[in-house]
RNA sequence: GGAGCGGUGGCAGAGUGGACGAAUGCACCGGUCUUGAAAACCGGCGACCUGAAAGGGUCCGAGGGUUCGAAUCCCUCCCGCUCCGCCA
């Protein structure tokens, strides 16, 4: 949520800033003039509110003085300043609210340093790093759903048959992969963030915090007889843990990692990419997330794509950075920057991890606050990232790993998750 | 799921219709004293909206109601604790 301060004061500048988006900026027009309705309002209520406090005042003296009929008098006044009062309260609410639900809606002003363009193709590569893409051979380019049929470690036809398409299974040395992903990315990053096992089922304010609802409801599993929702990542009750609070200084920044399962409807996605483990309702995922002041704030983005960065490259995969353009941004996003793999099988990039810097527009919406030095308070700012989203690394591994002589091998730093074996098949 | 008791400032905790945004203690900040610290003493110390300021307003779990006036009374919901039921 933007700041609505901001709006007023610095409208031509947020209306640039956000229309880099390339988005319509009458919805910031529509908050202004609902802005001022509101302390319009709020200002002749409070008026009103007044009058009826020090009537109700000269009421409790007049009783106590023993003036009876004086107090009636006043009590009759104050009832009527009341009813104007109440009806201006109503009227007040109403646009507040109003007020709150186009506040909602209107999306993150991007970072100065976020490049300018119209969608993904205009995303600027940052780095490229890993083997050449020259270097695969012939046993390397085959899907990873062909291998994963072939060795039993992928069981897509029954996930298919036991929830519905779009689901997957995995079997033996596929589920040892997929385990061992998450632990890895975990111990990986133990000494700096804090390990978490949040709740998966949330509240609606939980995800309103971080900018999932109410836009995007349709993306998110909802289960309506508890009102709760099926996270769509970690970020969501992380970003939440210190909702309504405010932070001592001296604490930030505070780091948190989770391994949670991530549930996502893909509504409108349907047909595209969605073989194999490319994409899928359900998949597990380490997130690494951060709260920061706004000075530390972009050391921290820097400091999370190097690490995401660099746990890639451990895998022994062939990825690269890229930086995502003001068009294709996500709503809540100031800066952001995804990691992809090559897999060798499918020919593709694969997103695999989007670490992004959200200023202050989810603390805003959760009220997460820091005491600045000097005074008062302020919204913090909130990062997070993938440390390690599963399902495409390890399609990429399953594909990168597969032997000219059949068998697929383990990474090296996987093998302390494998039992002392050293093939997934 | 049932019964009982609760939910007040960073924390603890008083307040059961009229000057209460709220006693007191702790914590915290500033000062005096001290070489320094501690102790003691003095002072300060919630958040939010609005306003140039003075000021005005909101917030005692949330929402609604009663009343001239609600932290205080009533209703609904949420959360916590204790006991019972169920249960990995």
Same mark, same amino acid.
């Given at each position: 949520?933007?700041?609505?301060?901001?709006?007023?004061?610095?409208?031509?500048?947020?209306?640039?800033?956000?229309?880099?988006?390339?988005?319509?900026?009458?919805?910031?027009?529509?908050?202004?003039?609902?802005?001022?309705?509101?302390?319009?309002?709020?200002?002749?209520?409070?008026?009103?509110?007044?009058?009826?406090?020090?009537?109700?005042?000269?009421?409790?003296?007049?009783?106590?003085?023993?003036?009876?009929?004086?107090?009636?008098?006043?009590?009759?006044?104050?009832?009527?300043?009341? @009813? %104007?009062?109440?009806?201006?309260? *109503? #009227?007040? +609410?109403?646009?507040? $609210? &109003?007020?709150?639900?186009?506040? /909602?809606?209107?999306?993150?002003?991007?970072?100065?340093?976020?490049?300018?363009?119209?969608?993904?193709?205009?995303?600027?590569?940052?780095?490229?790093?890993?083997?050449?893409?020259?270097?695969?051979?012939?046993?390397?380019?085959?899907?990873?759903?062909?291998?994963?049929?072939?060795?039993?470690?992928?069981?897509?036809?029954?996930?298919?048959?036991?929830?519905?398409?779009?689901?997957?299974?995995?079997?033996?040395?596929?589920?040892?992969?997929?385990? @061992? %992903?998450?632990?890895?990315?975990? *111990? #990986?990053? +133990?000494?700096?963030? $804090? &390990?978490?096992?949040?709740?998966? /089922?949330?509240?609606?304010?939980?995800?309103?915090?971080?900018?999932?609802?109410?836009?995007?409801?349709?993306?998110?599993?909802?289960?309506?007889?508890?009102?709760?929702?099926?996270?769509?990542?970690?970020?969501?009750?992380?970003?939440?843990?210190?909702?309504?609070?405010?932070?001592?200084?001296?604490?930030?920044?505070?780091?948190?990692?989770?391994?949670?399962?991530?549930?996502?409807?893909?509504?409108?996605?349907?047909?595209?990419?969605?073989?194999?483990? %490319?994409?899928?309702?359900?998949? *597990?995922?380490?997130?690494?997330?951060?709260?920061?002041?706004?000075?530390?704030?972009?050391?921290?983005?820097?400091?999370?794509?190097?690490?995401?960065?660099?746990?890639?490259?451990?895998?022994?995969?062939?990825?690269?950075?890229?930086?995502?353009?003001?068009?294709?941004?996500?709503?809540?996003?100031?800066?952001?920057?995804?990691?992809?793999?090559?897999?060798?099988?499918?020919?593709?990039?694969?997103?695999?991890?989007?670490?992004?810097?959200?200023?202050?527009?989810?603390?805003?919406?959760?009220?997460?606050?820091?005491?600045?030095?000097?005074?008062?308070?302020?919204?913090?700012?909130?990062?997070?990232?993938?440390?390690?989203?599963?399902?495409?690394?390890?399609?990429?591994?399953?594909?990168?790993?597969?032997?000219?002589?059949?068998?697929?091998?383990?990474?090296?730093?996987?093998?302390?998750?494998?039992?002392?074996?050293?093939?997934?098949?």
């Amino acid at each position: 949520m933007l700041d609505i301060r901001r709006l007023r004061t610095e409208t031509d500048e947020v209306k640039a800033a956000l229309a880099r988006r390339g988005i319509d900026t009458v919805e910031v027009d529509r908050a202004i003039e609902l802005d001022v309705q509101v302390r319009q309002l709020s200002g002749d209520r409070d008026d009103l509110r007044n009058q009826v406090k020090s009537l109700s005042k000269q009421v409790g003296t007049l009783r106590r003085d023993g003036k009876a009929a004086e107090a009636e008098e006043v009590q009759a006044e104050s009832r009527r300043v009341g @009813a %104007l009062e109440q009806e201006l309260a *109503d #009227r007040a +609410a109403a646009v507040a $609210e &109003e007020l709150h639900q186009v506040l /909602l809606r209107i999306p993150n002003t991007p970072s100065p340093e976020a490049p300018d363009g119209a969608g993904d193709q205009d995303n600027p590569v940052i780095r490229i790093g890993g083997r050449d893409l020259g270097d695969f051979g012939d046993h390397q380019r085959i899907p990873h759903w062909e291998l994963g049929t072939r060795y039993g470690i992928l069981d897509n036809e029954r996930a298919v048959k036991i929830s519905g398409a779009m689901f997957t299974m995995q079997r033996k040395g596929g589920a040892t992969l997929a385990r @061992a %992903l998450l632990s890895y990315a975990l *111990d #990986r990053n +133990a000494e700096l963030y $804090e &390990e978490v096992r949040p709740p998966s /089922l949330v509240t609606s304010e939980t995800l309103t915090a971080t900018g999932q609802l109410p836009k995007f409801a349709d993306d998110a599993y909802h289960l309506e007889r508890d009102d709760l929702w099926a996270i769509p990542t970690a970020e969501v009750p992380l970003t939440s843990i210190h909702r309504d609070e405010i932070l001592d200084p001296a604490e930030l920044p505070m780091r948190f990692m989770a391994a949670t399962a991530c549930y996502r409807r893909e509504a409108g996605s349907a047909g595209r990419d969605t073989r194999g483990m %490319l994409r899928t309702h359900e998949f *597990d995922k380490v997130e690494i997330f951060a709260y920061a002041t706004p000075e530390q704030a972009p050391m921290l983005l820097d400091e999370m794509v190097a690490s995401v960065e660099a746990t890639i490259a451990s895998l022994g995969l062939a990825h690269r950075v890229i930086e995502i353009c003001t068009g294709d941004m996500g709503q809540s996003h100031h800066r952001s920057f995804d990691v992809e793999v090559y897999a060798p099988g499918v020919d593709q990039w694969l997103e695999v991890s989007s670490v992004s810097w959200f200023s202050d527009y989810q603390a805003r919406r959760g009220n997460i606050r820091y005491r600045p030095g000097g005074g008062g308070t302020a919204p913090v700012h909130t990062l997070n990232g993938s440390a390690l989203a599963v399902p495409r690394v390890w399609a990429a591994i399953v594909e990168t790993y597969h032997r000219p002589d059949g068998g697929i091998d383990v990474p090296e730093v996987l093998l302390p998750y494998f039992r002392g074996s050293n093939r997934i098949a």
